[in-house]
């Protein structure tokens, strides 16, 4: 039990476009889910918490009108990258908290060109 | 605040070779203390957890003994594989349910 599932794995766009990531908690409700973003060679960093039906909690210095986060239903997050541009380049992944546990996403690949 | 410090890479083994990737922690209250694999191209998967002090997590293999007079939670492996070359993240949880990584270890193991 407890899969969360990230998609698309990996996804390439061109500069000034937009992306969508969908983050699904698929056998429980995500009460809470979390996205992070990693750089090369560096650790997770936390982006945003989100909770169903609320807007979403940004960390400091995460542009927030650039990274839209909607957690439109207890199994559903969505994050969309806005006018990407090169430096948007990253592994993003999601967590999704039921309470207790935490389940990772298997992440998202996004390399902007 | 609450952070995790962890020691920095790349490690490089031999095969069978004894493996310990130090982790150590700041936190103002009674966190829960992770480690994280992740294999190339891949997301994060739980290694092995520990909710309280002087718990041992341990899976695969590896182990981790929550060390509260240390604040540390070291991962260590007896016999590595060429199978376990990934990147290790030590975590914790504080009660807010945020996540705090340390900043990861590759490991690579050579045949």
């Known amino acids: 039990g407890a899969v969360v599932s990230q998609h698309p794995s990996w996804v390439i766009c061109k500069s000034g476009t937009s992306v969508k990531i969908e983050c699904r908690s698929l056998d429980f409700q995500a009460t809470t889910m979390f996205w992070y973003r990693q750089f090369p060679k560096q650790s997770l960093m936390l982006m945003a918490t989100?909770?169903?039906?609320?807007?979403?909690?940004?960390e400091q210095g995460v542009e927030k009108d650039k990274f839209l986060i909607n957690h439109a239903s207890l199994t559903l997050s969505t994050l969309t990258v806005t006018s990407a541009h090169p430096e948007d380049s990253s592994f993003y992944i999601c967590?999704?908290?039921?309470?207790?546990?935490?389940?990772f996403g298997s992440g998202t690949r996004l390399t902007v060109v | 605040g609450d952070s995790v410090t962890q020691m920095e890479g790349p490690v490089t083994l031999s095969e069978e070779a004894f493996l310990t990737i130090n982790c150590t922690y700041t936190?103002?209250?009674?966190?829960?203390l992770f480690w994280y694999v992740q294999y190339p191209g891949e997301g994060l998967q739980l290694l092995l957890k520990a909710t309280k002090a002087d718990d041992k997590g341990s899976n695969k293999g590896f182990e981790a003994t929550y060390r509260k007079e240390t604040t540390s939670f070291h991962l260590e492996k007896g016999s590595v594989q060429v199978s376990d070359s990934a990147v290790y993240f030590c975590?914790?949880?504080?009660?807010?349910?945020?996540?705090?990584f340390g900043t990861g270890t590759s490991l690579t193991v050579i045949p």
């Open positions: 975590a914790l949880s504080d009660r807010g349910n945020q996540f705090y």
């Open positions: 989100s909770n169903e039906g609320s807007k979403a909690t940004y």
């Open positions: 967590s999704a908290s039921r309470g207790e546990g935490y389940t």
């Open positions: 936190a103002t209250g009674y966190p829960s």
